[in-house]
């Protein structure tokens, strides 16, 4: 059975940061895509960024440029979020994501149950 459980969440004010982790079990995340996702309260589920796992390239979209950056550590079977310079609007639900292949195309096969960031002003 296949688990994707992230963890790291929690309360920080503005500016301040927090790592997100997304542990894998019954999936090699070195063999996969990672993705992470966020839904903010009453907004659509949005993609933030995206690693290959077949050459590291990770693809940014808009609101993840500049502040967030992912990581991996294979031999913890993890995925890592960096989350800097965070804003109020940064208060989501976070997601990490496994695509089918080892780059970031066509379907995603899991989904974890996300964790909680809330960000103060």
């Known amino acids: 059975q296949v688990q994707l459980e992230e963890s790291g969440g929690g309360l920080v004010q503005s500016g301040g940061s927090l790592r997100l982790a997304c542990a894998a079990s019954g999936v090699t995340l070195a063999y996969h895509a990672v993705a992470w996702f966020r839904r903010a309260p009453g907004k659509d589920r949005e993609l933030l960024l995206c690693?290959?796992?077949?050459?590291?390239?990770?693809f940014y979209m808009n609101s993840a440029k500049g502040r967030f950056t992912t990581s991996r550590d294979n031999v913890k079977n993890t995925v890592y979020l960096q989350m800097n310079s965070l804003k109020p609007e940064d208060t989501a639900d976070y997601y990490c994501?496994?695509?089918?292949?080892?780059?970031?195309?066509?379907?995603?096969?899991?989904w974890g149950k996300g964790t909680l960031v809330t960000v103060s002003s």
């Open positions: 690693m290959n796992s077949s050459d590291g390239r990770t």
């Open positions: 994501v496994t695509y089918h292949g080892s780059t970031c195309e066509g379907n995603t096969d899991y």
